[in-house]
T-cell receptor, first 113, second 116 residues
Framework: KQEVTQIPAALSVPEGENLVLNCSFTDSAIYNLQWFRQDPGKGLTSLLLIQSSQREQTSGRLNASLDKSSGRSTLYIAASQPGDSATYLCAVRPNFGNEKLTFGTGTRLTIIP | NAGVMQNPRHLVRRRGQEARLRCSPMKGHSHVYWYRQLPEEGLKFMVYLQKENIIDESGMPKERFSAEFPKEGPSILRIQQVVRGDSAAYFC??????????????FGDGTRLSIL
C-alpha cells in the first residue's frame, strides 16, 4: 500500500529565502507525481506535475524534482514571498490507468514578512 | 472557462439526516473523482466515476455512502444517516480522459460538512 509522507509538517521562513519542501513515497512504481497548493478554506491548485520518466519540472520560482528509485521528490521555492504562505501537498498516481491519487498530509508554509 | 464547481460550500446537518454534495466538472471533462479530507489529515480517495458508471469505489465506506454521475447534471455524493465522524471537507476533481498522459485532476473548492 502506497504511503506518502511530507516532512516537516510546518515550516516558517523569512521573506526572500529559498526553501525546499520534501515528499517521500514508499512504492516507487508511480506514474506521476503532482505538487498542489491549498489555501485555507479553498480547494487545491495544481503547481507542477512530473511524469515518472522526468527528473524535474519548473514553473516560475518553483522547481520540482523527482527521484523515483529512492522514492523522493522535492519542491524548491526561490525568493519566497508572503503570498507563498499556504499548505503544500504532494500526490502520487500509481500507474497508467489507475486514477487514484495518494496524498501526503502536507507542509504548512508560513513566510514571515 | 469555469473550473470545477461544488455546492454547497458549507453544509450543516444533524445526526441521522442525509447530506447531498454536488459537483459540476470543468467543461469538457467526463471523469469525476471524490476525495475526503478529515481534520488534520490528508486527502483520501473515495470514488472515481465516468458518466453513468462507477469505475473505482475502493475508497468509499461500505455503508451510508453512495455516488453517481448521471448522463445529465452534476455528480452527487450522498451520505445517509450522517454521524459526527462524517464531518470533513469533501473535494471533487475532474479530468478530461482517465488514462492519457499529462491529464492532471482539477479540484473544486470543496464542501465543508459539519454534523451537529
Amino acid at each position: 500500500k502506497q504511503e506518502v509522507t511530507q516532512i516537516p509538517a510546518a515550516l516558517s521562513v523569512p521573506e526572500g529565502e529559498n526553501l525546499v519542501l520534501n515528499c517521500s513515497f514508499t512504492d516507487s512504481a508511480i506514474y506521476n507525481l503532482q505538487w498542489f497548493r491549498q489555501d485555507p478554506g479553498k480547494g487545491l491548485t495544481s503547481l507542477l506535475l512530473i511524469q515518472s520518466s522526468q527528473r524535474e519540472q519548473t514553473s516560475g520560482r518553483l522547481n520540482a524534482s523527482l527521484d523515483k528509485s529512492s522514492g523522493r521528490s522535492t519542491l524548491y521555492i526561490a525568493a519566497s514571498q508572503p503570498g507563498d504562505s499556504a499548505t503544500y501537498l504532494c500526490a502520487v498516481r500509481p500507474n497508467f490507468g489507475n486514477e487514484k491519487l495518494t496524498f501526503g498530509t502536507g507542509t504548512r508554509l508560513t513566510i514571515i514578512p | 472557462n469555469a473550473g470545477v464547481m461544488q455546492n454547497p460550500r458549507h453544509l450543516v446537518r444533524r445526526r441521522g439526516q442525509e447530506a447531498r454534495l454536488r459537483c459540476s466538472p470543468m467543461k469538457g471533462h467526463s471523469h469525476v473523482y471524490w476525495y475526503r479530507q478529515l481534520p488534520e489529515e490528508g486527502l483520501k480517495f473515495m470514488v472515481y466515476l465516468q458518466k453513468e458508471n462507477i469505475i473505482d469505489e475502493s475508497g468509499m465506506p461500505k455503508e451510508r455512502f453512495s455516488a453517481e454521475f448521471p448522463k445529465e447534471g452534476p455528480s452527487i455524493l450522498r451520505i445517509q444517516q450522517v454521524v459526527r465522524g462524517d464531518s470533513a471537507a469533501y473535494f471533487c476533481a475532474s479530468s478530461t480522459t482517465g488514462t492519457g498522459e499529462f491529464q492532471p485532476q482539477h479540484f473544486g473548492d470543496g464542501t465543508r460538512l459539519s454534523i451537529l
